[in-house]
């Protein structure tokens, strides 16, 4: 209809403004699997979420750096080791596309490879994931 359409120049919401422009981003943390482990919590003893999350937290920082220490090694083992223990973590608090990263690196570390594509993806979604794992931590009591 005359009228209702945008200004010359101007851009539908509905379509990205810029080439390769991201769409909004799903949380790094499954928020599903979050509310299983509050229902443990609430089942179990209080703190239990809080405990979990730190240790993910702290253990996560020891897993990646494993991680890059055998892929600088060389050492596929090692490697192929310290990915499958961070995505068992992965899984347990819901950071999925970080345990799926975990996995390429895995599986490759596995054939004697070493992904380091797959290992700079896993270490820029630990970034997200650590990040939404601190402010769910600042809500706690």
């Known amino acids: 209809m005359p ?18 422009e991201a769409a909004p981003r799903e949380p790094a943390l499954d928020p599903t699997a979050l509310q299983s ?13 809080r405990e979990i999350l730190e240790t ?16 600088r090694e060389g050492n596929h083992g090692m490697l192929e080791q ?13 950071a999925h596309r970080m345990a799926e ?3 390429s690196v895995e599986e490759a570390a596995g054939q004697g490879t070493c992904r380091l594509q797959g290992l ?7 970034s997200c994931v650590l990040e939404e794992i601190e402010a769910l931590l600042r809500t706690m009591p």
């Open 3 to 20: 009228g209702d359409e945008p200004p010359s120049g101007a851009r539908s919401p509905r379509v990205a403004t810029t080439v390769g």
């Open 37 to 49: 482990l509050r229902d443990l919590e609430a089942a179990a003893e209080p703190g239990l979420l």
């Open 56 to 71: 993910f937290r702290n253990t996560g920082f020891e897993k990646i750096e494993a991680m890059r220490l055998a892929a």
């Open 82 to 94: 310290a990915a499958h223990s961070l995505k068992g973590s992965c899984g347990m608090v819901g």
């Open 101 to 103: 990263g975990c996995l």
């Open 120 to 126: 700079a993806a896993v270490g820029a979604e630990w």
